[in-house]
């Protein structure tokens, strides 16, 4: 195991690292992936990473919103 490639983002055949460059994840939808697939794999209890995931999927819907009420009040509806 290595420090930029651990054993636990190996599982299931395609690393997260990869999936999220596939699909040209922003940073928070791309934490939201990263966590949720080592939970539970990095330490015994997945309540931490998940924790984490909600975090940075809290964050990316706040972004939408703002985003969403930034169009309106410039009236581009």
């Known amino acids: ?3 930029t490639n651990p054993d636990y983002y190996k599982t ?3 690393e997260p ?3 999220i460059k596939a699909q040209r ?3 928070d939808l791309g934490n939201v992936v990263k ?3 080592r ?4 330490t015994v209890d997945p309540k931490g990473d998940l924790e984490k995931a909600m975090y ?3 964050h990316e819907l706040k972004s939408i919103s703002d985003k969403e009420q930034q169009i309106e009040e410039k009236g581009w509806v």
């Open 17 to 19: 690292i990869d999936f």
């Open 35 to 37: 966590y949720v697939c």
């Open 56 to 58: 940075y999927l809290q």
């Open 39 to 42: 939970a539970g794999r990095k």
């Open 12 to 14: 299931g055949g395609i």
């Open 25 to 27: 994840l922003d940073f």
């Open 1 to 3: 195991m290595s420090n």
